[in-house]
């Protein structure tokens, strides 16, 4: 049983499209984040979300959006793609804030 | 949250005890300790935490200095599968949701 999944875990696309990327989890967790780890292998946070509130990394540009439709989902949209967003992009869920966090297996996107 | 500060790489032989170290030298008295590893072309994975005193799981033992300000990771036994990056953070109590990934160390396991 995959506790926490993403689809698609291969997305490559042109500059200027825009893409989503689906996170979903079974573990019953309230509280789910948007990671991204560029080709220098560095993870940074981009989002946390718990029970509608949305915690946003400063540096996270504008073009990025989560949204959740239910707490078992948060997906994430991407408005015109550029060559830097190419990363791998995960997802994670914890049951509370400051618990540990699961981590999906990750959406490698590539933007040529 | 508070830097940590960890060896880029290590490397250890199988069935043998590795002893992963970080130095956190400005760690405050809420913050936790948190480790998490990410195997290749995989997402990290929890491992261990601990706030004051050593703890252990069925994954690790986590050593924790006195003053606080460095802790080692400890695998009992190593093997092949234990080949990842080990991430040592710190999350304060008071603090938002987010984890701050450093570099972590590169753990190499030599059959």
């Known amino acids: 049983d995959t506790a926490v999944s993403q689809t698609p875990k291969y997305l490559v696309t042109q500059m200027g499209n825009d893409k989503s990327i689906k996170c979903e989890q079974n573990l019953g967790h309230d509280t789910m984040y948007w990671y991204k780890q560029d080709s220098k292998k560095f993870l940074k946070i981009m989002f946390s979300?718990?029970?509608?509130?949305?915690?946003i990394n400063e540096t996270v540009p504008n073009r990025f959006s989560p949204k959740s439709p239910d707490k078992a989902h948060l997906n994430l949209h991407i408005n015109s793609l550029e060559l830097g967003d190419s990363a791998v992009y995960f997802c994670?869920?914890?049951?509370?804030?400051?618990?540990?966090?699961?981590f999906g297996p990750g959406t490698r996107l590539t933007v040529t | 949250d508070a830097k940590t500060t960890q060896p880029n790489s290590m490397e250890s032989n199988e069935e043998e005890p590795v002893h992963l170290p970080c130095n956190h030298s400005t760690i405050s008295g809420t913050d936790y300790i948190h480790w998490y590893r990410q195997l290749p072309s995989q997402g990290p994975e929890y491992v261990i935490h601990?706030?004051?005193s050593n703890v252990n799981n069925r994954m690790a033992s986590l050593a924790i200095a006195e003053d606080r300000k460095s802790s080692t990771l400890i695998l009992h036994r190593a093997t092949l599968r234990d080949a990842a990056v080990y991430y040592c953070?710190?999350?304060?109590?008071?603090?938002?949701?987010?984890?701050?990934f450093g570099g972590g160390t590169r753990l190499m396991v030599k059959p």
């Open positions: 994670a869920s914890s049951r509370r804030p400051r618990s540990e966090q699961y």
């Open positions: 601990g706030l004051t």
């Open positions: 953070i710190l999350r304060n109590l008071n603090a938002g949701n987010m984890l701050t």
């Open positions: 979300y718990n029970n509608k509130e949305l915690i």
